[in-house]
């Protein structure tokens, strides 16, 4: 018995308030053309006051729950991927996990910034396919708003809050590949692999100048806009390759591209290395700007609720972010 996990449902959420590119420019010293032209953002959603990340990640969670039609109960590992926690600590995880009205199971967060969701599949993955967990509920949630420095136009154009979440269960590969679609050993659905990379020695090209140990303050983002672009592009290369060698797929194999929307650049340059068109990749960065470790679910909701991801379907996530981290995650959907 091969154990594979199997996303059972998604969902997400986004704060009510919508702020344009062109409202931005009313505080701001930026203009829509400028931020369009460089990272393919047009608004951004950002939570109320006293809306924290765990109240998105709750209403996400909610929602995945109820489109795998499965009750919380059923839960029994939380993970929230986030770089904006309530607090310090006790973690995002727990306060969901309580909201959600769970006594059992684990809870906690994953911390990888914009890779916070493919490291969150990973952990998930692992902890299904070695029996720790048989159902996990898995959140991606972020206010980066609380952490910009809304006076440096080069990082706060290009966040926004909200939350995505999937829920992933055990199940026999065999069962699970009931009904393939004849495409070989990869047909069965579910999670095929994670791979996830980091290198600590660019912490400073992306990070956030506070926290607890060092200034007793939360800190805001400071980033080298373009050494991290230059970086992207080549880590997310390679990342996708080592994902389709390690399952013997080739680049067309891919029917959907669900990138971390970081910047639309940065995509269009990895679906170009793929060869996919533009129809093959899911974009949300137009509407929801960057939302750190939300961003893969919050695209991978749309595209699912949409119609255009259909069961059986191959769909490969991708994501870079602070750390550096990196990686990707291959699901038969
Ligand atoms: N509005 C108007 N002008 C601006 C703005 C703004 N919001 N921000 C910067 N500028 C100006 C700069 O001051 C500079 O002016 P100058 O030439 O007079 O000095 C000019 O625009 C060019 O600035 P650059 O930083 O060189 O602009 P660049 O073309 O590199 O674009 C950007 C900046 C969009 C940040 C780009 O480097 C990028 O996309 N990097 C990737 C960063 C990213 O996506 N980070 C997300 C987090 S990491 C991740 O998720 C992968």
């Keep these: ?38 990272s393919g953002i047009g608004q951004r959603h950002i939570a109320a006051e006293g809306e924290y990340t765990s109240d998105l990640a709750l209403n996400a969670a909610k929602r995945a729950l109820e ?6 109960s059923e839960i029994d590992l939380v993970i929230c991927a986030t770089t904006t926690p309530d607090n310090t600590f006790p973690s995002t995880a727990t306060k969901v996990q309580h909201r959600l009205g769970m006594t059992n199971g684990a809870a906690f967060d994953v911390q990888a910034v914009c890779s916070g969701f493919v490291y969150g599949l990973a952990v998930a993955d692992n902890f299904i396919k070695c029996g720790q967990a ?9 206010t980066f708003s609380r952490i910009l420095d809304w006076n440096d136009r080069s990082t706060c154009v290009l966040f926004g809050d909200g939350a995505g979440a999937v829920v992933m269960r055990a199940r026999d590969e065999e069962e699970s590949g009931a009904g393939g679609n004849g495409k070989g050993h990869n047909s069965g659905r579910g999670v095929l692999s994670t ?27 400071r980033m080298n806009g373009r050494e991290v672009f230059r970086h992207a592009v080549t880590n997310l290369a390679s990342i996708v390759d080592e994902a389709l060698e390690a399952n013997g797929l080739e680049r067309s194999d891919i029917d959907w591209l669900v990138p971390h929307q970081a910047n639309k650049r940065i995509i269009d340059s990895t679906a170009r290395k793929l060869g996919m068109s533009e129809d093959r990749v899911v974009l949300t960065v137009e509407k929801h700007a960057n939302t750190s470790a939300a961003s893969i679910p919050l695209a991978l909701d749309t595209a699912v609720k949409d119609g255009r991801i259909q069961r059986g379907d191959l769909v490969l996530l991708e994501a870079m972010g602070g750390g550096l981290t990196w990686g990707a995650g291959l699901v038969r959907w």
């Design 134 to 142: 048989k159902t996990a509920l898995l959140i991606g949630a972020e």
């Design 195 to 221: 791979h996830i990379h980091s290198d600590g020695s660019n912490y400073d090209i992306l990070y956030v100048d506070g926290g607890p140990s060092t200034t007793q303050t939360v800190g805001h983002v």
């Design 1 to 38: 018995m091969t154990i594979r996990s199997e996303i059972l449902g998604c969902g997400s959420y986004l704060p009510e308030r919508c702020v344009t590119n062109d409202e931005l420019a009313k505080t701001v010293d930026t203009s829509d053309e400028w931020i369009r032209s460089r």
């Design 67 to 72: 489109h795998a039609g499965i009750d919380a």
